[in-house]
């Protein structure tokens, strides 16, 4: 049978009538859910030595989807297709055929059909043969010994499916590790990604603001933007440019830029330290113009995410007249606007997190119209309807922007992070989000491993994706397989049952209260000594013990499993530690202050060596600094029992 006839018959077979779910054995399983999945009868078997075809009139584009097939084959068939391209040579030797046909209508959509006679993968652009050839990777993994006939149709909800990290508070990844998780990211159909930047770029004439960080350098943001390219990833740059910015101005060469160089108060408390920029200072936009000019070339995206959230010092200090003069929301508005206006000459198209300017409802209409607002919530009932229709009545397009609720945390909020993933997604798509940005943060040290997050980038992925398949898609199932790699398949349920342990102590705003142990003293810990918190302290440990019961049963057959497994361990070990300081707090026994002190030391050296697996130094040292600071607890104790002295109660 000629070819192009082999791959029309394929088509034709699988397509000729309307789609409908069918059930012809276990159901399949893949991360995210397609949008259409019909079985049919029988099995593919496949061969070595066969051919991956690619059919368009420029195949350099699709070696990309060609090259994820043959790897796939490779590792999980031990087969080897080499690739060839273009209509001419045998037939009867063809595995696999991937074809652009622009009379398809979903840019980034794809069909796959696999049947009797081989694999066929059609699609628009490059890129949704990308994601078919993604699709067929996830197939192979499962069905690893022959594939099922089946049928899919698939294309995303969003245009813009996209994961931000925190490489500034305190983690910045080793080039490799940003790496694997592209590449994770990637089988997973996501399509842009953000590094969150402060201080941790090499701006060559500012080498004091980043000496302690190990921070990217251009050459390898050139390196990482070409390797996203090659996965259809959108490397978007991101510099906060207005609060957050404290890091630079602790030094005295960049204080007199500071909104309130002596600190400030707020709702939030009080702060001894500069945080932002002040928007009257001139010299402010020239600082961020030199950013700016060394910054973007190295970036291939034509966006730029200048932040500008949580200004917390405006009008505190020196606009504060300006404010009381003129309304805090049109001096923050006019700065902002100054900044696009220098974004825009670059070409670019701005990005800006959403949070004040939501504040001046009555602002929003006269933000450009071109820029792009970042509506951002990371608690389950987030207001994302209200604030989603406020940017779509004033005609601005924007993002919805949740996050993995892994931060202040330690093992993450699984049920929190679900929630809130599914809300974004629901009410982004109700009032017309060009994209979803899933953040992951790092406060307060960054304490959590990074599979702790993979949860919410794995269930991000996946809602943003094709939200009706896949808002009740089996997390745990799908982690396990396609996260993990765990032929057991318990890996997935150990890291949502860890991230629930928050939920034993009780609930609080963007933070487990397990996490506050590490943040506060045992005098500010006094309000919660009661029997209700010791019963939370004794059902969060029982939860943890519970959660990693099964870990020793999984067979996680990924690169990084052993890590995995050691990075889950000191999770659970921290989380414990928490717990019996809490309730050490409570009695204040100093031969248990002594064990406690014992383990947490070995819990931080553990600590250290995990951060250094996936991590640059640069950061460690501060990471540290609060668990170490919880040490010096436990030696207040022990120096006051060798002195024999009674002790106040400090709880």
């Known amino acids: 049978m000629p070819f192009c006839t082999l791959h029309f018959a394929l088509f034709t077979y699988f397509y000729a009538f309307p789609f409908a779910e069918a059930s012809m054995a276990s159901p399949i399983l893949l991360l995210p859910m397609p949008r259409r999945l019909r079985r049919r009868p029988g099995t593919l078997r496949l061969k070595n030595g066969q051919f991956i075809r690619l059919l368009c009139s420029r195949p350099a584009e699709l070696t990309g989807a060609a090259v994820v097939i043959q ?54 652009t490059a890129a949704g043969a990308f994601y078919g050839a993604q699709t067929l990777a996830q197939l192979l993994q499962t069905f690893p010994s022959g594939l099922p006939a089946l049928a899919i149709e698939d294309w995303p909800d969003f245009p813009v499916r996209g994961v931000m990290i925190d490489i500034s508070r305190d983690k910045v990844p080793s080039f490799s590790t940003l790496c694997a998780l592209i590449d994770k990211l990637a089988s997973w159909k996501v399509n842009q990604f953000q590094l969150y930047m402060e201080h941790t770029f090499a701006y060559r004439a500012h080498p004091e603001v980043w000496a302690q960080a190990s921070p990217l350098t251009g050459e390898e943001i050139l390196r990482l933007d070409a390797y996203c390219r090659a996965r259809h990833i959108d490397l978007a740059p991101n510099q906060n440019s207005f609060g957050h ?13 500071a909104e309130a160089p002596n600190g400030f108060d707020c709702t939030w408390g009080h702060f001894s330290y500069p945080r932002g920029l002040c928007p009257i200072e001139p010299r402010a ?107 779509r009545k004033s005609g601005i397009p924007f993002y919805v922007c949740p996050g993995t609720s892994s931060w202040i945390s330690i093992a993450g909020r699984t049920d929190n992070c679900l929630a809130n993933l599914r809300n974004a997604a629901e009410n982004g798509l109700k009032h017309g989000a060009i994209g979803y940005l899933n953040t992951d943060w790092g406060d307060y040290g960054h304490l959590q491993y990074l599979p702790v997050s993979y949860l919410g980038f794995g ?66 810990t006094k309000p919660f000594e009661n029997a209700a918190w010791r019963q939370s302290l004794l059902r969060s440990l029982a939860a943890i013990d519970r959660a990693l019961a099964p870990l020793d049963a999984s067979r996680m057959e990924c690169a990084d499993g052993e890590l995995v497994a050691s990075e889950f361990r000191n999770a659970a070990a921290l989380l414990r530690h928490l717990c019996r300081a809490g309730l050490w707090r409570m009695e204040r026994k100093a031969k248990e202050g002594c064990a406690l002190a014992r383990e947490l030391r070995s819990i ?23 668990l170490e600071e919880r040490l010096e607890d436990y030696k207040f104790e022990r120096v006051n029992s060798q002195k024999k002295k009674v002790l106040p109660r400090i709880v």
Not at 245 to 257: A, C, D, G, Q, S
Request: net charge positive.
């Open 245 to 257: 910015l404290e890091r630079w101005l602790k030094f005295p060469r960049y204080l007199p830029l």
């Open 285 to 391: 936009l020239e600082l961020l113009e030199e950013l700016y000019g060394e910054l973007l070339p190295h970036f291939t995206s034509r966006l730029f995410n200048v932040g500008c959230d949580e200004t917390l010092d405006l009008g505190t200090d020196r606009s504060k007249a300006e404010c009381e003069k003129r309304g805090k929301g049109r001096v923050y508005l006019d700065f902002l606007k100054k900044i696009y206006r220098k974004v825009k000459a670059h070409g670019r198209t701005m990005q800006f997190w959403g949070d004040i300017i939501l504040h001046y409802p009555k602002l929003i209409p006269e933000l450009p119209k071109d820029i792009i607002a970042l509506e951002w919530g990371y608690e389950a009932g987030h207001p994302f309807d209200k604030d989603c229709s406020l940017f």
């Open 71 to 124: 790897a796939a084959l490779q590792k999980n068939c031990a087969l080897n297709w080499n690739i060839v391209a273009g209509p001419g040579g045998p037939n009867n030797d063809i595995g696999a055929t991937v074809t652009l046909n622009p009379a398809f209508a979903q840019p980034e959509g794809y069909r796959l059909a696999i049947g009797p006679d081989g694999i066929a993968i059609m699609a628009r």
């Open 604 to 626: 931080l050296g553990e600590h250290r060596r995990l951060w250094l697996a996936r991590n640059r130094p640069g950061g460690l040292s501060d990471s540290c600094k609060r």
């Open 459 to 524: 269930a991000g992925a996946a809602y943003s994706w094709c939200f009706k398949q896949n808002a009740g898609l089996d997390i745990a199932a799908a982690l396990s397989r396609y996260a993990f790699n765990d032929r057991a398949g318990v890996m997935g349920q150990i890291a949502c049952d860890l991230g629930n342990v928050y939920q034993q102590a009780g609930k609080i705003p963007n933070a487990s209260r397990l996490f506050g142990l590490i943040l506060k003293t045992p005098d500010q």
